[in-house]
């Protein structure tokens, strides 16, 4: 097991003394080592590219360019990106952190509690990882299978909050209007979007799309019956009764894969 | 016989009718009353939400705890800076209009704050003669333009940012005046900048609703060297001596 490599890192803020407050905080940590410093979104950008730390302190609001605009545009570079520690006053971009896959989110005033507990987290997940060559493989794979694998989950936004729906969940989506209905048993749950984007986003072996306006979980379906002009009636588990559509039909790559012919009980 | 009868059920049903309908005004006028306190409320809550400014305290709150560790005494006296603003933000809103001196200070106070955020990339300058202490201004106009050019013009680099605060009397008139160096607004567009809900259309409105749009004056641009500006005029009076 290689001796661990310090840790390096790099701290952005347009305030100097909310910098200095960083940088005594890192000075005992033994394990880790201060690469650069940044004052502004561009200088920050080229100081990661030019360091290549592993994990920067990142304020979000600085003039001109932004810390979620320096994630972006470090995401767009041919960089690794390096973990990504926000540290700022308000609270609302806590969310949005969220979504660019931040490490951690710290409110001004920084608590050196709170500071010292997100980078024993970091130790961890790096001991876990491994920090050699080995360990960056695995996280590049994982990285990958996170892209191309289709989500067990949905973010949902519903007004000020946001959960988890458990794609397993669902029965089946509805399309209305500019909305999405989701049906997971007896809830339903509305969403912005359309249909053909979220179908992107569900692993076609589980749901399929039956026509214009719904698709549905493979799981959740009872039966299927003929209908006329090559259609079938979809009977889901729930007794809702849907349609799939002979457009939809030809055009689902699944089911010639599926189709098979049962012997007529008749015969 | 019968037309006493009338008389009396006649004078009964309209007597029970006028009370009836003083009732129902005096109810009207109990629900009217309620819904405007509670919105009252609702106004003095934001009002002093927006006076609070939860942002600018854990920034200041956080620049305080990394300048103890340097210098105690700086940070001592950031804390009573902070403590002061909170005291004069608090006590200003109470009033429409406040003295100059009262409005300069709570300018310097948030200014000393900033410049301990900022360091040497901030810059201030004052120009506000003496005898205009006792003037009667709108309450905390000064301080939501220091704001602005502090969050929307900063320039990113080594460059510091000047603000400089004015004021003078131009016959029966007092100017205010706020102006920096920085970006400006964007294409010099005043009406842009208004639509941008900077709290610009708030101080706006409020000038016309103090004096209105024949007295109170508000002029937003940019300078000649590019950064913004922005001037109000209001008509020159002084505060009742107490």
């Not at chain 1, 458990?166 to 339903?188: F, M, P, Q």
């Not at chain 2, 002061?84 to 003295?99: K, M, P, V």
Request: proline share 3%.
């Amino acid at each position: 097991m290689n001796a661990a490599t310090p840790l390096r890192a790099l701290v952005v803020d347009d305030e100097a003394p909310a910098r200095r407050k960083v940088l005594r905080l890192l000075r005992d940590e033994s394990d880790l080592q201060v690469v650069g410093e940044a004052d502004g979104g561009e200088a920050a950008v080229a100081a990661i590219c030019k360091h290549q730390p592993d994990v920067v302190f990142l304020d979000v609001q600085m003039p001109a360019m932004d810390g979620f605009r320096v994630v972006e545009a470090l995401s767009a570079s041919k960089i690794p990106l390096p973990e990504i520690i926000f540290i700022t006053a308000h609270d609302k971009f806590a969310l949005r952190a969220f979504e660019v896959h931040a490490f951690d989110y710290l409110l001004k005033p920084v608590s050196e509690e709170r500071f010292r507990k997100s980078l024993e987290r970091m130790r961890e997940q790096r001991a876990q990882t491994g920090n050699g060559l080995e360990g960056r493989l695995k996280a590049m794979l994982a990285q990958i299978r996170l892209e191309t694998s289709f989500p067990d989950r949905l973010l949902i936004h519903e007004n000020d909050r946001a959960y988890f729906l458990a794609v397993r969940d669902i029965s089946w989506i509805e399309a209305e209007r500019n909305y999405l209905l989701i049906h997971c048993g007896r809830k339903t749950h509305t969403l912005r979007g359309t249909l053909d984007a979220l179908e992107e986003a569900l692993d076609p072996k589980l749901f399929v799309r039956l026509n214009r306006g719904s698709i549905a979980r493979l799981e959740a379906i009872r039966e299927l019956r003929p209908w006329f002009h090559g259609e079938y009636k979809v009977l889901l588990l729930d007794n809702t009764e849907l349609r799939w559509s002979r457009r939809y039909l030809k055009s689902c790559p699944q089911l010639r894969k599926m189709a098979f012919s049962a012997r007529s009980s008749r015969s | 016989m019968e037309f006493s009868n009338h008389l009396v059920v006649y004078t009964l049903v309209v007597g029970i009718y006028y009370y009836f309908r003083r009732f129902q005004a005096a109810q009207a006028q109990q629900l009217a009353v309620a819904e405007l306190q509670a919105r009252l409320a609702q106004a003095q809550l934001e009002n002093l939400r927006l006076q609070i400014q939860p942002h600018f305290l854990f920034n200041t709150l956080n620049t305080i705890s990394s300048v103890m560790y340097e210098d105690v005494k700086a940070a001592d006296e950031m804390i009573t800076q902070l403590s002061d603003l909170l005291r004069l933000t608090l006590r200003a809103s109470q009033s429409h209009e406040i003295r100059l001196a009262e409005e300069v200070e709570i300018a310097r106070l948030y200014l000393h704050l900033m410049q301990r955020r900022y360091e040497e990339k901030l810059r201030v300058r004052y120009s506000v003669a003496t005898d205009l202490a006792d003037s009667l201004v709108p309450q905390l106009v000064l301080q939501p333009l220091l704001e602005n050019s502090l969050r929307h013009g900063m320039k990113p680099g080594e460059a510091a940012m000047e603000l400089s605060v004015a004021a003078y009397r131009e016959n029966g008139s007092l100017i205010l005046r706020v102006s920096d160096n920085g970006c400006g607004f964007p294409n010099g567009d005043a009406a842009a900048a208004l639509g941008r809900g900077l709290g610009l259309v708030n101080i706006r409105n409020r000038l016309a609703q103090l004096y209105g749009n024949e007295q109170g004056l508000f002029l937003i641009g940019n300078a000649a060297d590019g950064g913004a500006e922005i001037t109000l005029r209001v008509p020159f009076r002084k505060a009742a001596a107490c």
